[in-house]
């Protein structure tokens, strides 16, 4: 790789995490699928869809993060980007922005179940919060 390009695309490491997509037009979503990381960086994620996707379409992905904050919220990543490369079902997701979501207490950290409250965004910048930079 280039070394201008190093510099454009930051590193992407191989994180396996189950993910839900929608496509969207014109900001609502008119189809969705879901699917499977298997490299992700902090401009660019990598995964497997099904169904498969076409280049440009616009997406919102749904990750269960696998870290929780104060060790004990469930978070949820949501990414906004549109496809960059398609490859059979290989698909590249150029990020143009991403919130994290709490999803409820984590049933190993107490034994509350799951809240079902509506869902708070926590704003994130780039790999300046420690969750992102520790794992992506």
């Known amino acids: ?14 994180i396996t995490l189950d993910l ?24 660019r994620v990598v995964f497997i869809a099904e169904p498969a996707l076409q280049v440009a379409a616009r997406l919102q992905v749904s990750v269960a993060w696998p870290v929780l904050l ?16 398609v490859d059979g079902d290989r698909v590249t997701l150029g990020v143009v922005k991403y919130h994290f979501r709490t999803r409820g207490l984590s049933i190993a ?6 809240c079902a409250r509506p869902m708070r965004v926590i704003p994130i910048t780039g790999a300046t919060h420690p969750v992102l930079r520790a794992h992506v």
């Open 1 to 14: 790789m280039r070394r201008q390009d190093k510099l454009r695309y930051p590193p992407l490491y191989p």
């Open 20 to 43: 839900h997509y929608q496509v969207l037009s014109d900001g609502r979503p008119v189809e969705t699928g879901s699917g499977r990381t298997t490299r992700f960086g902090s401009r």
């Open 70 to 85: 104060d060790d004990r919220v469930k978070l949820q990543l949501i990414i906004e980007g549109r496809v960059i490369g």
């Open 109 to 114: 950290a107490n034994s509350l179940e799951p």
